[in-house]
């Protein structure tokens, strides 16, 4: 994906937040936590060193990668958000590692859904 991509979902997310699209629900509360490559290990699923999770008041979770501040929807909750444009994010699979034990495979995610689970609570 081209770096102006990113901007331009990113941009759009601003927009969006500016013009008052979003419900109250989608942006009040949101709760985030920078998680780092050396914090997980060998379980680490992301093309960058570090990113941020994210969990919103109706408990949508996503990843923000920090540098560009493009976000990337992490759960079904997340998904159904983009799908519906009521949240602007990148496909997930962009920012995602592939699995060296599973060729053809990507890592898997489901422990930063687990944590960022607990930001939720």
Not at 51 to 68: D, E, G, P, R
Not at 91 to 101: A, G, V
Request: aromatic letters at 6%; glycine letters at 4%.
């Amino acid at each position: 994906m081209e770096l102006r991509d990113e901007k331009s979902v990113l941009l759009t997310g601003l927009l969006t937040l500016a013009g008052g699209f979003l419900s109250t629900d989608v942006l009040a509360a949101r709760t985030v936590e920078t998680v780092s490559k050396a914090q997980f290990g060998s379980q680490w699923a992301f093309v960058k060193e570090e990113v941020q999770l994210q969990c919103t008041k109706n408990q949508a979770l996503f990843v923000i990668n920090a540098s560009t501040l493009a976000q990337y929807p992490l759960d079904e909750k997340a998904n159904s958000l983009v799908k519906a444009k009521k949240m602007a994010a990148l496909p997930l699979e962009t920012i995602l590692l592939d699995d060296p034990n599973h060729p053809g495979q990507k890592m898997s995610v489901t422990p930063f859904i687990e944590h960022a689970r607990q930001l939720c609570q």
